[in-house]
C-alpha cells in the first residue's frame, strides 16, 4: 500500500529560507583556532539530530559519534600529542585507510599545495621550517583548542555506499553548526593514530575510525581563520547536457 502524500500546506516554506540555508553552506571553514567559550550539551544534541536526517541507503544511518569535552577530551588529547612527537611517529602509526591519493596528479597536487602554503603564508611559517610546520600540525590533536571534538566510526562490515552516505552526515553537522553561530574543522589528521584512539574510546573491533572533528566558537582574532579557501566555477566541473 502507496503511503498517503504529505498535504502541501504542513511542507516547509524552504524557499523563503533558501538564503539562510546558502548563507550557512558558503560561510563554513575549517576554523584552526577556537575560543575556550563552552558548547552547551543541548545545542550539540540540536545538532546532531538535524544531521541525523541525512539521507544513507535503505536508511542504514551508518554512522556513531563520540562526543569528547573536559576531562575526556584533554586526556584524549595528551595521548594523541604523545604519539604524534615521537621519532618513530611515521612509521609507528598508519592508516587504515588512504584518505588522499597515493599518487597525487593535476589539478589536485596544485589545489592542495596551495591551501596549505597559504595557511602557512598567514601564519609567518616559511617553506622548509619543519619544526614550526611540525608544531602547526600537531594543533590537529588538540582539537584546535576546541571545546567539543567529535571521534566518527562506522562498522567494518558497511562498504563504500555507507561511507558516501557518512559524508552527507558530516556536511549536515558542519552546516547545522553553522546555523548556530558556531564553526568546525573536519580532521582526517586522526586516521594514523586510530589504535590509540579506539584504546582511549575502549572501542569495539567491529568499529573502525573515518575521521574527527573540531567543534566551537571561532576565534576572531586569529589570522589563520581568516583564510578563505578557492572554488572552481560552475563550468569547470560541470556538464549540462539537454539533447
Given at each position: 500500500m502507496s503511503r498517503?502524500?504529505?498535504?502541501?500546506?504542513?511542507?516547509?516554506?524552504?524557499a523563503s529560507d533558501s538564503s539562510?540555508?546558502?548563507?550557512?553552506?558558503?560561510?563554513?571553514?575549517?576554523?584552526?583556532?577556537?575560543?575556550?567559550?563552552?558548547?552547551?550539551?543541548?545545542?550539540?544534541?540540536?545538532?546532531?539530530?538535524?544531521?541525523?536526517?541525512?539521507?544513507?541507503?535503505?536508511?542504514?544511518?551508518?554512522?556513531?559519534?563520540?562526543v569528547l569535552t573536559g576531562a575526556a577530551l584533554r586526556r584524549l588529547c595528551d595521548r594523541l600529542v604523545r604519539a604524534y612527537d615521537r621519532p618513530d611517529a611515521a612509521t609507528e602509526y598508519t592508516e587504515e585507510y588512504a584518505y588522499y591519493p597515493l599518487q597525487w596528479c593535476s589539478p589536485y597536487i596544485e589545489r592542495r599545495r596551495k591551501v596549505g602554503w597559504d595557511l602557512y603564508g598567514l601564519l609567518g611559517i616559511a617553506k622548509?621550517?619543519?619544526?614550526?610546520?611540525?608544531?602547526?600540525?600537531?594543533?590537529?590533536?588538540?582539537?584546535?583548542?576546541?571545546?567539543?571534538?567529535?571521534?566518527?566510526?562506522?562498522?567494518r562490515v558497511l562498504e563504500l555506499g555507507s561511507w558516501l552516505d557518512?559524508?552527507?552526515?558530516?556536511?549536515?553537522?558542519?552546516?547545522?553548526?553553522?546555523?548556530?553561530?558556531?564553526?568546525?574543522?573536519?580532521?582526517?589528521?586522526?586516521?594514523?593514530?586510530?589504535?590509540?584512539?579506539?584504546?582511549?574510546?575502549?572501542?569495539?573491533a567491529s568499529r573502525q575510525l573515518v575521521c574527527g572533528m573540531a567543534l566551537g566558537w571561532a576565534d576572531p582574532d586569529a589570522v589563520e581563520n581568516t583564510l578563505v579557501t578557492e572554488?572552481?566555477?560552475?563550468?569547470?566541473?560541470?556538464?549540462?547536457?539537454?539533447?
Open positions: 498517503p502524500a504529505i498535504p502541501p500546506s504542513s511542507l516547509p516554506d524552504c539562510a540555508v546558502d548563507a550557512a553552506i558558503t560561510s563554513r571553514r575549517a576554523v584552526r583556532r577556537f575560543l575556550p567559550r563552552p558548547v552547551p550539551r543541548e545545542v550539540v544534541e540540536q545538532i546532531l539530530r538535524v544531521a541525523s536526517r541525512a539521507p544513507s541507503g535503505t536508511n542504514i544511518q551508518p554512522w556513531q559519534v563520540h622548509g621550517d619543519k619544526p614550526a610546520m611540525h608544531a602547526q600540525h600537531r594543533r590537529n590533536f588538540v582539537f584546535f583548542d576546541a571545546p567539543v571534538g567529535l571521534l566518527f566510526t562506522i562498522d557518512y559524508g552527507m552526515f558530516l556536511q549536515n553537522i558542519m552546516i547545522a553548526a553553522r546555523a548556530r553561530g558556531l564553526d568546525t574543522c573536519p580532521q582526517a589528521a586522526f586516521t594514523p593514530f586510530h589504535r590509540v584512539i579506539a584504546e582511549e574510546l575502549q572501542l569495539d572554488r572552481a566555477e560552475v563550468d569547470e566541473f560541470t556538464v549540462f547536457r539537454d539533447r
